[in-house]
């Protein structure tokens, strides 16, 4: 009787076969072959990643694999394919147990040939060649150092914490997508357990260095026997081996090998490692990375949740600790330590009446005699409301939050006069925060007024940015409606036009479009499935998987312009209004005329058609980048800007106006009119009614965002605060007002939002 058995030799081919043909169908969704497939986009790469977890040990055949491809990718025209493939390969490698050096020399060889190129493959080549220098050197150290920053681990060697705060408006999304987000964010939990976390650093850097000579198993065992504080000492002395080889100029792979053996070794001497059989290499999780989930209810919400995230409301004890604190404050130590802001005053909340005879007896000391009609001349006020001030927004509540490397403690003693102070180090960027929005381009237009809030602020009073690396994430999601539909600006508006920057960095970013874009349709779907445990199983995973990899790979950013806009109102008496928007800007006249304004002098205005007299002065723009001022009369309809190009050959950093002008024709029947389009590309521009009949605005799609009866307009690229800051401070000792001289001609003058993707801008 003849026994068939499949050889370990066919089982790794067949494996090999099956993940190319994996890698391959991957790639012809880049080039779009599938349109039957277009409801599962993104779900290939994450069910080849998923596949390569349930069996680690076949990394290096994936690994492999994927770099064939990018060296075919490369010899070939295939250019979009090499920024994916190399986010694959990364992503693999991060999480693989064990990658021999000849296959990390080959990608890192490939990265290097990737700096020949221009942007963004240089930069991402550039990026992942300096990882993977360290990972050579001390294999296991991205995963180890991903792992500390997102569970905020408490390491000397590597102090950086990362957070991701996910932001949803609840008036654009459903309440089953908000309820459905928020789940998923709290399963996503239940591997954020510190020690849990420790474990796998330790067993995950043993293994990477080891390899097969590693007996997880043996080690996971005697791990959980532990208590606490020794899981903790090892993964101290785990953190503190691997940083120092990563860090040492003339450290290699052997010296690191030895000291993580030393360290397996002595965990295990109650058992031997030769004791036990080897199980050859093992997974270790990667644990989902810090998510907290948001509704975006309050205008400075975003700024509050930083400075939460810097200084912990926890540690800052009770409000009434706060104001103690404050009181004994000195502010003057804050003003004169600050090197950025050296003008800026900070104000301080009294805690007296302001009255002189409400003040505490003074020690006696000898005074002038006043006479009683001088007593009776003071002035006396009744006792007001004493307002209790937010712990977020006092001083010492900030500056407490600034005691880390480099930092200087909130309170210390007098300084004398004549000594110069101590220099202190700069603070250290030890926080990331990613920010990602889920929503269309109005939670966008949100996100540019709080980035623009948020950057005054911190001219006035610098505390986040030193301390924290922002960055900013979007996931499109449209198809089920909040309550804020019904409000639109406009009847016509449709989905595909409510997502403009996500179709945008769809077409600038394929990997984006396969994966990010994806879930534009895909979360409505998934909040919306009856209630089962398979449901619940899908969900968990993927959507949490998918916005972890966005936040982990996505490094490149596409900055968009952010623009302001001057609001002149009919009403003389009220105060010119200031904003900002980030896609659009777009206004509706009055056809009808109000009975004040129906005499004989306005009869002429009735008969010229429908629409208002518009004059419209713009600076033109021309190759040579000269301004060009063009003056220009109409009759209009409406008009629109648009600050999202239609296409990635266009410039972000100019906007696309539309007039729709009003045309009179004349012919035997009588007099008619007919609408014509004005199309303009400009960066600033002026619109004034002339008939002094007002019209409405709405900015970036929000109906929220509304300003009615506005008779002028003025738009321009918003300036960045700082910028404005030190031009003013400049200009007080300079002649050449017009000119940008000193520090100011080196400091970024727009305001970009940057929003991050896989691969930036692929022209």
Known sequence: MLCCSSSPAMESSEVESDILRRVRTLLRELDGHHPACQPDRGMLRWTLHKKIDQNPSNSPVLVRILVKELERAERGDYRHYIIPLLHTLMYTLIKAPCISDELCSRVYDFCKKLLTLPKPFCSVGLDYAARLKMERTAPGMLYQRMVISEQSLKSDPYPYREKIFIFADPELLSEAICKA??????????????????????????????????NLSALRMRLQGMPSSEVEHWFQEVVAAVECTGSEASADRGQHEERLRSIYCTILSSSPPGDAPLE????????????????????????????????????????????????????QDIISDC????????????????????????????????????EQSRLHRKGGIKKKPSPLESVAFLQTGCNGPGAKPATKGQRRVGVPAEPTAPPLRLHTARIVLLGDDRILGRLAQAYHALRKRETRRVFLTPRLNLQFYYVPVTGQPGTLVAAKPSATTSPEELCEVAAYLGRADPWYESNINALCHMIPKLATMPSSPSKHLVTDVFLTDVIA??????????????????????????EPAEDVFLTELRAQMQDSVSPREVNPTKKKTILDGPGIDLTVTYRKV???????????????????????????????????????????????????FSTMTNKLKTCNIKIRSTEQRPFTLCLDKDSRRTYRNVISVEVSPCLEPSYCLQKSRTMKFSLHEAEDVGLVKYMPKSLLLPINTFAGVIQ
Not at 353 to 369: F, T, V
């Open 181 to 214: 987000l928020l789940t998923d964010t709290e399963a996503a939990r239940v591997s954020q357990n510190p020690r849990a976390c420790m474990c796998h650093v330790i067993t995950h850097a043993v293994q990477a260095a080891l390899g097969k000579d590693c």
């Open 280 to 331: 050859g290499l093992q997974g270790t999780p990667l644990p989902n990375p810090n998510i907290s989930f948001h509704l975006w209810t309050e205008d400075d919400q975003l700024w509050k949740e930083l400075v939460l995230f810097i200084r912990p409301l926890s540690q800052s004890c009770e409000p009434d600790c706060l104001s103690q604190d404050l009181d004994n404050f000195e502010i």
């Open 622 to 672: 021309v190759v040579s980048d000269r301004a060009k001022e063009v003056p220009l009369s109409l009759r209009s309809t409406g008009f629109s800007m648009k600050a999202i190009p239609a296409n990635t050959a266009q410039d972000l950093a100019c906007l696309n106006v539309n007039i729709t002008e009003v045309v009179k024709i004349n012919n035997l029947s009588g007099r008619s």
């Open 549 to 574: 990899y966005y936040v982990r790979m996505g490094t490149q950013p596409v900055c968009f312009q952010v623009y302001a806009m001057k609001v002149f109102f009919s009403n003389l008496v009220q």
């Open 339 to 374: 090197e950025c802001c050296e003008q800026t005053r900070f104000s301080v909340l009294s805690t007296d009446s302001g009255i002189e005879r409400d003040l505490p007896p003074a020690p006696e000391e000898p005074s002038a005699p006043c006479s009683a009609d001088t």
